[in-house]
């Protein structure tokens, strides 16, 4: 076993190993902890620089172990891979950082942490997957990572929470296994592979590859949060803020539409999947789920709801650009994937801030947070626009070629969809910052547990990570035709699966 | 060439006898020493399997048909190195476990040594007959080991049991006697070409008879009525015992019987039959095990579910392609080897949670999650297995068992597997998630000795590990 081979599985120890360790340690022990927690993160993300290094120049990290007669668990750093595991490894680190301050002075930080660790490995492995296999491994293990991270607070509601979503995602999980099986029977064990490989079994078996593909789908697309099987996520919100935003931004949701992003180009194949007119249906699902969270958004007070409805309707912008057929939406779709994850985790982030700093918690309580906490304020505006799609933040980007890819596809309906989802972005965040910024405060904040101190707004580890996403939110929109930038990288996907489009 | 045949039946009677006389502080020793040696026999004799195929043994130097001939293939070695495996570690477990209980301790060393040597036997017989003294040598052990607190409820149920179990064996003596009479012999090897030759009816009727004698002893649903008291009844060693291992003699048996002594008279019909009793098995058990209320009795509802998976193997297996049949043999030994370790695991955790809070019932259990943490995780992997997710064994062979099904177009069987799963994840959550709620200010919390929670978290582990490394015990089953 060579360097490139042990690379992949040295990645995800990186973070399975902290997680295992944190485990075993008495619960006093924050310091050592938090310590191995950054060794770890930190050690992470030096290896996938490297990584990312090397598939700039053409290396291939592939690892096979066989654990059945014709089934392999495969990890392979490609190029879809590299975009979703930098980000995952990156926003583990802010998340770690302020969860260590979020949750300061409560009980069960090891298992907190613990569970953290494994569930940032699972979807590591959900990103380095090199075929559905091993996909499916690690979207199970996130399953039920991520289940005592959602009841961690042990209460009637949280618990209530945790039983909706098992239900949902073991019955997706389900789902998502028959597919893949009978896939495996159909086709053998294939890996994820540029521009598919299904095709081979037209025209023999296309009834088949179609049930498939609605069984896969609809696996994936509970995790996706995906219209009608997203009610899990709202309720999923009593988790603590640093488990919410992590969800949101790379690990539950991401992982059902990053399968997705796989079924469709890397097994099916894009070009295929649209000669099996599957394309169709998967946008019109994307399109009404990024109207109807939206809406239902409009009518939450609840900061963390809004922003989960917000959620269920940022993520079917990937979905809707990989059912767009052409280049540009490939784009669009892809490279919000990384956009969208930046740009959710700096909402909650700050919405963490202001229940933790403040006790505020509702929309309707926010009045004058902008005098009190400008720079979390701040961040939640950067990340608020982003969202909307104004130039030149992210989320503007995505839309740019979410459009451009609609027109090409000569499907105009989708722009009218894409309008409408920004309108109603605006019409959702901007009275929040409205009252953010320009209604006076008149009353007392709810609970106020960290009091102002030398011009600074609340702990260092709650400030600095919204910050950090929030510059992140402003850089790759700001630079993105750098050779460094999501959306090269996002091109670079798209060159790959459509043969003959040059970017 | 050193053979390990005999020496893995004589040492448990050695070591039983011995305890029995010395009494529960050195036998409890003795057996431990024996056991790490037992497990190395057959570790030994696993690795003659794969180098060489089949071994034979003569006892005393007399082959059949005058005297007993002892035979270890692919099936039997998996067989013999899961219950070493298993019973090692519940070894620890019962010292730490029978700590104070001095009277059950006594009589727990010699009946668990004499229910291994039986064991043993069950699985390197050759003959028919022999294979019937095995089964009721086993059986009796067993039902005194239901019985070891003595107490109106477990005497119920061990009396239940003890019925159960000799209606068993009768069916299944009664079974050999028509097979003698129609054939005048009883080995295994002799049979079967004679059966191949010409089956009258009596044959099919002994076939009938034997497997349905199995069939009760295996508690397939509908005969699963005496299991949940035994096993719910038993002190927790006994329990993870009886599920982990006892139950899959039995069905060790069938398989034998189905698939190579009656092989040329059995009919898809026939298999489709105990699929369906199956299937009844899976989803009833696991609605029942949902409904309990004591946490041991949730564990043993799991095990009439769960036996209800090792018959799907049946119709899986049975007419169809060689490919396919493959598969579901593969996935059916699998998933026996998956919940053995697993069952093991999750009533000795459960044995250990009820010490801890002194209570029996699920809702007692409230803050078991940052007492014994370690015991929960330990549940919370055999847990995995048990309800068929990556990367335990239990997914491994439950992959291998939808890919039959899916290969052979028994789309009925996959529906069964996909909701039995989903009932399973419904009954380890109910215990879970009680778990992690808060602690009662009155609750009373005992804290447990290491040696009581080790032994589960390498059972739990060692069913998770075997979903990476199944490749491993499918050569040995394959070996030939």
């Given amino acids: 076993m060579n360097f490139n081979e042990t690379l992949p599985l040295l990645v995800l120890l990186s973070s399975l190993l902290p997680g295992l360790i944190i485990f075993a340690l008495p619960d006093e022990r924050h310091g050592l902890r938090s310590l191995i927690n950054m060794v770890g993160s930190t050690l992470q993300l030096l290896l996938i620089v490297y990584m990312l290094r090397g598939v700039m120049h053409g290396e291939e990290y592939i690892y096979h172990f066989t654990i059945l007669p014709g089934l392999d668990l495969v990890f392979k ?129 296309t009834s088949q590859l179609r049930v498939i593909f609605f069984l896969l789908i609809a696996g994936l697309g509970v995790k996706a949060a995906l219209v009608p099987l997203h009610g899990w996520l709202p309720l999923a919100m009593v988790a603590p803020a640093p488990v919410s935003a992590l969800l949101h931004a790379v690990a539950v949701v991401k992982a059902g539409v990053f399968g997705i992003v796989r079924v469709v180009y890397d097994v099916y194949g894009v070009e295929f999947s649209q000669s099996l007119h599957l394309l169709m249906p998967l946008a019109v699902m ?218 | 060439m050193f053979d390990p045949m005999p020496w893995l039946i004589l040492s448990p009677l050695i070591w039983a006898t011995l305890a029995f006389v010395h009494g529960p502080g050195r036998g409890g020793r003795l057996a431990v020493a024996c056991l790490i040696l037992q497990l190395s026999l057959a570790a030994i004799l696993a690795q003659q399997v794969i180098a060489g195929g089949v071994r034979m043994y003569a006892v005393g130097g007399w082959g059949a048909p005058l005297g007993i001939d002892l035979m270890a293939d692919g099936l039997s070695t998996v067989m013999l190195l899961l219950t070493q495996t298993i019973v090692l570690p519940l070894a620890f477990y019962a010292r730490a476990y029978f700590v104070g ?54 005497i119920t149920a061990a009396m239940r049991y003890l019925l159960a179990t000799l209606l068993g064996s009768s069916a299944y003596l009664l079974g050999v006697a028509l097979l003698y009479g129609v054939y005048g012999s009883v080995s295994l090897v002799a049979l079967k070409p004679l059966i191949a030759a010409d089956a009258p009816a009596t044959v099919s009727l002994a076939a009938a008879l034997m497997l349905l004698g199995l069939m009760l002893k295996t508690a397939l649903f509908p005969f699963h009525f005496w299991l949940p008291p035994a096993h719910g009844g038993a002190p927790a060693p006994v329990s993870a015992l009886l599920s982990a291992l006892v139950i899959k003699a039995s069905f060790y048996l069938i398989l034998r019987l189905w698939f190579d002594l009656f092989a040329p008279i059995v009919s898809i019909t026939a298999a489709q039959l105990l699929g369906a009793l199956g299937a009844g098995a899976i989803l009833w058990g696991s609605f029942l095990a949902l409904r309990q209320t004591h946490l041991k009795m949730l564990v043993a509802y799991s095990t009439v579910a769960q036996v209800g998976y090792l018959f799907l193997l049946f ?44 209570r029996d019932e699920i809702s007692g259990i409230a803050g078991v999650a940052t007492r014994i943490p370690l015991t929960l995780f330990a549940f919370a992997l055999a847990g995995v297995t048990i309800m068929g997710l990556p990367p335990s064994g239990g997914f491994a062979a439950k992959w291998l068992l939808l890919g039959a099904a899916l290969a052979s177009e028994q789309w009925w069987w996959i529906v069964v597997m996909v909701v039995g799963g989903l009932l399973s994840a419904a009954y380890v959550f109910k215990v879970l998630r009680q778990a992690f709620l808060p602690v009662e200010e009155t609750a009373s919390f005992q804290l447990l000795p290491r040696m009581l929670e080790w032994p589960i978290l390498l059972l739990a582990l060692a069913s998770l590990v075997l979903g990476l490394v199944g490749i491993e015990v499918l050569s040995l089953l394959g070996a030939a």
């Fill in chain 1, 77 to 205: 750093a490609d190029a879809l891979a590299m975009l979703f595991v930098p980000l995952s490894a990156a926003l583990w680190f802010l998340t770690t950082l302020y969860a260590i301050g979020y949750l300061e002075g409560s009980p069960h930080r090891n298992r907190f942490f613990g569970f953290f660790s494994l569930c940032v490995t699972a979807t590591i492995g959900v990103a380095m997957a090199g075929n559905l296999f091993t996909f499916f491994v690690f979207y199970e293990l996130l399953t039920l990572s991520t289940y005592p991270l959602v009841v961690h607070r042990g209460t009637e509601q949280a618990m209530r929470a945790g039983q909706v979503y098992l239900t949902y995602t073991l019955g997706g999980g389900a789902l998502l296994l028959v597919g893949i099986v009978w896939l495996y029977g159909l086709a053998g064990q294939v890996e994820f592979t540029h521009g598919g490989v299904l095709a081979v079994l037209w025209p023999e078996y």
């Fill in chain 1, 286 to 503: 994307a399109s009404v789920t990024i109207i109807w969270g939206s809406l239902r958004a409009l009518f939450q007070d609840d900061l963390k709801r809004r922003l989960a409805y917000s959620t269920i309707s940022q993520v079917s912008y990937i979905a809707l650009g990989v059912a767009i057929f052409g280049p540009m939406a490939t784009v669009g779709g892809v490279v919000h994937l990384v956009h969208q994850g930046i740009m959710k985790i700096t909402l909650f982030f700050c919405a963490g801030n202001y229940a933790e700093t403040l006790g505020v918690h509702k929309i309707s309580e926010m009045d004058g947070v902008g005098r009190r906490m400008p720079w979390t304020t701040a961040a939640f505006t950067v990340g608020a626009f982003g969202m909307i799609g104004l130039p030149p933040l992210a989320g503007f980007i995505s839309k740019w070629y979410l459009g451009l890819g609609a027109l090409e596809a000569q499907m105009p309906w989708v722009i009218a969809i894409l309008l409408a989802s920004s309108l109603l972005n605006a019409a959702y965040f901007l009275p929040v910052l409205y009252r953010a910024w320009f209604q006076p405060r008149t009353e007392a904040w709810p609970e106020e547990q960290i009091p102002m101190q030398n011009g600074r707004e609340t702990a260092w580890l709650l400030l600095v990570p919204p910050l950090a996403t929030a510059v992140a939110t402003m850089l790759v929109g700001l630079f993105a035709s750098s050779t460094l930038s999501p959306l090269t990288w996002a091109k670079m996907i798209a060159a790959r699966e459509y043969l003959y489009w040059m970017p």
């Fill in chain 2, 101 to 154: 209980h001095a009277n059950s301790l006594r009589y727990f060393w010699p009946l668990t040594g004499y229910l291994l040597a039986a064991m043993n036997a069950l699985f390197l017989s050759s003959d028919v007959f022999n294979i019937y003294v095995t089964l009721e040598l086993l059986g009796l052990a067993a039902v005194g080991l239901v019985a070891l607190v003595g107490g109106a409820g477990p």
């Fill in chain 2, 315 to 358: 119709p899986l297996a049975t007419g169809m392609s060689a490919e396919v049949a493959e598969s579901a043999w593969q996935g059916g030994v699998l998933q026996v080897v998956a919940h053995g370790l697993a069952k093991a695991a999750m009533f000795a955790a459960a044995g250990a949670m009820i010490t801890a809070t002194g």
